[in-house]
């Protein structure tokens, strides 16, 4: 149980895509630790998606929301806030409602408490007139440890807790979402846009589309996470899906069936404790759901991520693109200890 | 014993909260009435012989399918018949069941029909038009069917159930929430008899019993809404435990997300999740409501346990440096505790009654919280939760 | 043992209610002869050894992959390192064996793994059925889905691969140009629209009908995969259905009784479903897509994904 402070800043920024196009957005940067004389040098380089919130069952999470404004639009005077999407019996005041609580204005700051009480799988995502915040980028993949977890033992690295079946040596996230260039084109340019014409034009995991989704963290700055997934055979392999997009979507590991031991964070478990997990080779899921699947990585080899609804594996229109992956399978003992998710 | 129920498929109007008034085909259950939208709500009990007669007053044939019952008798005049997919003299199917014809049509068919079954397995069900219903489904003619466990008694907790005693479906409070969309091109056209391209089919409006947001909110019977009578405002008690009924009468799946808590889906398909002592149920945060079909849930919200005496942890800050009502309205209470009220800044208008909690209840699809792309709207009503005592009988359905 | 397939792609043209002839590209069961939308059912005992030898007559290359199978992708890629194909490519008028052993019984897709979002939607997929141990196709006493004790017994079984056709990019693709995105206007079961699907098997370009006809009290297996890109919604009006497996994993082991009974059923691209029910009385019970603009061919109710169970 650890006292955890954070502190996030709201702003605006731009990401790229493959074909060279770059897209206006919003979204998050991580102010922990910085002082507060530096924290405006932070505005206009959002990214995408905002940083990882990893914390665990018992911890006390207090997470400052700072409005640093959007230097692109400074028009916009848009309030913010943080949905902790899923967190049970959550209050009002921090369950980031505006419309039932409160919102937090430009250059103001508001601390969200949050006492984590079930491991899984969550995202967070800002709720102010959601269908516009949400599109442009306000998003972040959020996992919950176990209590009892602890990384140095194997019995005990799992992603529901000691005994759980739930045992793994490396986790990614697979994080999907849209982008409708036309909204944030309107967006950017200060031009209303009717949500209801909702169109994307290209498809993302972890906020990049294929083939930036196989490049390194670093290649892409305001795209932090890379999609590609690496382990040695035989390892335990938990994927963390995470819909925070406007459409249903149907991923497919070619070669690689998935057990699925968790949804909505939450182990699959009937009233009597019936283990209810199951097998699937593609996995049809809708926005503002999770998924945790495990695999064994099987014989060394590259084995393609992709979207089912095949036009998904595009960007505007051009293939290879979109919703595409690797899951990339090394000899045992070739790659080192994952260094922390995603990695 | 027997239910007679006795509907009108006629046309009528909605209204959606930005002013628009769209056409709708839809069911009421008074002669010369308007319809309304979704139809009337029909509860019955297990076992029940339901007999439903739909008179016919719209410009087509119109018909009844009862998803999730079996062995549906038909009764157009010539005796009780298994309900069928209809056929025209050259093999075409003309409807999906057999229908009530429409008024002057010289083909001179019966414009009443009635519909027999025996309600065998509690659940939520829809009842649909299996006419055209590519067309009549999302121009309004749908409405829920609630089926009470044989041995149901509202006032004995061990049989308020959804499934029956020993179920593990008891509940406190009960709502039901048929989703649906709203293309008005379509309305229109059939409102003008032009003609309309199911393939351009492009939502602008998404309902919650029959409502877009905020009116979603509002009770039922509200006489602005005359014709959407029922409201989708979720309010509950601490610890309470909530039956909430789903179901899908839209041609689009929605993932409909409660914030608050997970739900427990118990049912699908007015189904329950068990097989003999297994129990197949299972919890969710979102639930992907598809079309045609139904999901019950059960759930409750107990919070934390923060008042004055166990203070939050963290300092509200001034009024001034936060936003509240950025739409002119907050339905904040002003304080962090349950049956408290605080400050409200001057100028906005609170519809916190009682120092209560409000959790949304929402499509995850954003574009589907918004009335033609203004939000707040469509697929939206909030859970509130009221402190403990404070609610009378609410959240009841007869 | 191994079970050779010889498959043949090739451009061909479906006929679809209301429209004239679509170009589409299919596979092939012979060399003469057309293609086959979906292609060739392939049915395989489990534990065999399986090799395609695919011919392609295509002006492109293509690739066979198998979802859901236990095979080894090979993917191609190009010199700066994307994918090309999920496997081996079959070059324009080449011919390359593809192998894989089938593991575990079920009802899985062969699709094209290059270009998919052209290539499946133009019609490169087909469906195989893996058989369970003590499968005898002469001996109805031994039919189920996945053997003993999965509770899959059935005595009518039928096969229902589910898609869509988009017309326009059909026309597109087959004269060389880009389609401008992907807007479905057929919608098909067993390559079919309603109510070609009521008709029987033949051995024309679609020649695998879709009507289910069984007597009262014969239980019927429902093998529904969906090749389409769209989700689809399948209901059986009035009759009480079991689903019994999802993506090829019976749901009833010995330990445990997962099955759950259901009227209307999403479906994901990709995914599949074994459903069970006992006929009931005699009649006509109508299956169809309950996203209702899938039941139309162009703009015009009935059509696309609808069918008749008929108990005579
Ligand atoms: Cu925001
Ligand atoms: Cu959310």
Redesign the interface.
Known sequence: MAVINKRFGATDGHIKMPDGSEHYIFGWVDLTGIPESEIFSYRGKAQLLGPLLEVKVGD?V?LTLTNLGMPVRPDLDD?HTV?W??F??????Y?G?????????VG??????Y?PLDPGTYMYHC??????H??MGMIGPLLVRPADYDPNNPLYKTAYGHGTGTEFDREYFVFLTELDSAAHHQVASVQE??????SPDYWLINGRSYPDTVKSAGDLPEQPFPALIKANSGEKVLLRYIN?G???HSIEILGIPVRIVG????R?L???G?D?AYWKDCNY?????TLDAIFTAPAPGTYPVFNRDCYKNTNAGVTPGGMVSEVQVFAAGTLPPQAGPGQ | MTVNIELWATDGYMSTPDGNSIYIWGFTDTAGKKAQLPGPRIVVTQGDVVSITVHNLLPEATSL????????LADNGTGPH????QFDGT???VS??DFADYPGNPGANPTSIRYIFTAGNPGTYLYES?T????Q??MGLYGAIIVRPADYDPAVPSRKTAYGENT?TEFDREYLIVVSEIDPVLHSAVEKGTDY???E????YWTMNGRCAPDTMFADGMGCLSNQPYGAMIMAEPGEKILIRYAGAG???H?L?L????T?VVA????L?K????????????I?T????TYDQIFS????G?SQANP??????NLR????G??GW???SGS?Y?GEKGDIPVGVTSFNEMGE????LH?????Q??N??E??GGLMT?LAIFPAGSLGNVGTIE | MTVNYNLWAKTGSISLPGAGPVPFWGFAPATEGPARLPGPLLEVPQGENVEISLTNDLASGISLVFPGQDFVPQPVKNPAGTFVSYNPETASGGTLTYSLTVSRPGIFLYESGTAPEKQIQMGLYGAMVVRPPGFDPGNPATWTAYGSGSGTDFDIEKIMVLSEVDTAMHQALASGDEPAGY?P?YFLINGRS??DTLNPDDSGPQPYGAKVTAAPGQRVLLRIINAGFM?H?I?L????ARVVAGDSRPLITPV???????????IGSGQSYDILFTA???????L?D????C??N??N??GGI?T?VEVP
Not at chain 2, 259 to 262: A, D
Not at chain 2, 268 to 271: I, N, P, Q
């Open positions: 006390e207090y309030s949905h999407h899923g049970p019996n959550q209050i009002a005041l369950d409602v505006p419309e039932a609580s409160i919102s937090v204005p103001r700051d508001f601390v969200y408490y006492k709720h102010f007139e959601p269908v516009e949400i599109q846009y009717d949500w209801t014409d909702f925070l406007y459409q249903q949804q909505d964070a939450a699959p009937g009233l009597n019936e209810l899921f809708a926005a503002g759901q | 399918l009862f998803p999730g019952q079996s062995g549906v298994l309900a069928e997919p093999g075409n199917l999906l069941t299996g055209n219903p590519h067309k489904v999302p593990g391209n199911i393939r089919f492009k939502p602008r041609i689009e799946n993932p997300h914030h608050g808590n997970h427990r699908e398909d007015g189904r999740l097989n003999g002592t297994t129990d197949l149920s299972y919890k969710r945060f979102t992907l598809g079309s045609g079909q919200w107990s919070g934390l923060y939050i942890p963290t300092t509200l800050p440096n936060l936003g509240v950025d739409a907050t339905l904040w962090p349950l909690y409000y959790f949304m499509s995850h699809e954003e574009m919280i918004t033609w792309g939000f707040p909030m | 807007k206007d309603f109510p989700n919604n209901r009006q009035d009759i009480d445990l009784d997962k099955s759950y009974l259901k009227h209307t059923l999403t009931p009385t005699p009649g006509k019970y109508v169809y309950r996203n209702l603009n039941c139309v162009g703009n109710f009935p609808m008749l």
